[in-house]
């Protein structure tokens, strides 16, 4: 602290509205380097933790380790045509080439042949559809991240779909990604309009440079150091919580307005008291 202390005092005099864009410029890096914004979507956020089926299904997942399972649905008008089992075989071998994929299941990786998929009750039910329109791609993932490897075979199914080959995914996991996609999306979206319709806003109304940037770096402060104390207190980015930065920004600008306008007034008052008294006593004289 003492050395904070003696770095501040021995810093440049550039004036208050300097040191306030750097503090800004200081806590920006610090938000960088320390803060993690890429929102998080957990257990939780489905069911509570004291839910008497999240419960039982934790006791039955401790006896019984399982993996995270994606569902790929391929649907063609003949499944079992040799154009479409080659691009089930190739589908699946793409698939089981990515590091966090751990085992496929499919009509090319399971049963000896599409035959004996078909004999079979067990195949037949796990991969086949009843109508035999199409068949399941079972993907067992590792327990880590799975943004990586759900991008990865999003790329393979946008490289395999095709108009008589169509596939669709599914799958725990996946809606997961797909929340936290949509939670980053907000967050950086309400973010920036924030800055931008308010930013505005604020120049339009008060017309100067440096009111502008003094009330965007405070505001921006305010944003910024709330990211810094969620993250400190071991809180991540969630469903509640996406927005916060946005609820911060908003409301020290209201503040800010407020005291801005009302210092305005207070000023143009006193300048046009002192006016008046000078042109009182200049007719008195």
Not at 51 to 66: C, H, L, M, R, W
Not at 257 to 280: G, K
């Amino acid at each position: 602290m003492k050395f904070l202390n003696a770095v501040w005092s021995k810093r440049p005099r550039f004036g208050m509205h300097w040191d306030m864009l750097a503090v800004t410029a200081v806590l920006f890096v610090l938000v960088a380097a320390f803060v993690d914004l890429k929102p998080v979507v957990d257990e939780n956020f489905f069911f509570s933790t004291n839910d008497p089926g999240i419960v039982q299904t934790k006791k039955i997942e401790q006896k019984f380790p399982s993996q995270p399972e994606l569902i790929l649905a391929a649907s063609s008008q003949d499944i079992s045509s040799p154009r479409y089992l080659g691009r089930m075989q190739k589908l699946t071998q793409q698939i089981a080439a990515i590091d966090e994929v751990s085992a496929v299941k499919s009509v090319a990786a399971g049963p000896k042949s599409f035959q004996d998929g078909l004999a079979s009750p067990f195949w037949s039910r796990l991969l086949i559809a009843r109508d035999r329109k199409s068949t399941n791609v079972l993907v067992f993932l590792e327990h880590k991240d799975p943004e990586k490897p759900i991008k990865r075979i999003e790329q393979i199914i946008h490289e395999l779909d095709a108009q008589n080959f169509g596939i669709h995914i599914a799958g725990p996991p996946y809606v997961v990604e797909m929340i936290r996609r949509s939670l980053a999306h907000d967050f950086w979206y309400f973010s920036l309009t924030a800055v931008v319709l308010f930013g505005l806003t604020m120049a339009a109304m008060f017309r100067s440079g440096r009111v502008f940037l003094g009330m965007l770096a405070t505001c921006t402060s305010a944003v910024l150091l709330t990211l810094l104390l969620q993250s400190a207190f071991g809180k991540k980015i969630g469903i509640l919580t996406v927005n916060l930065g946005t609820i911060v920004f908003v409301i020290a600008l209201s503040h800010l307005v407020y005291m801005t306008d009302s210092n305005t007034w207070t000023v143009t008052a006193v300048a046009t008291r002192s006016r008046s008294s000078s042109l009182l006593r200049t007719a008195a004289n």
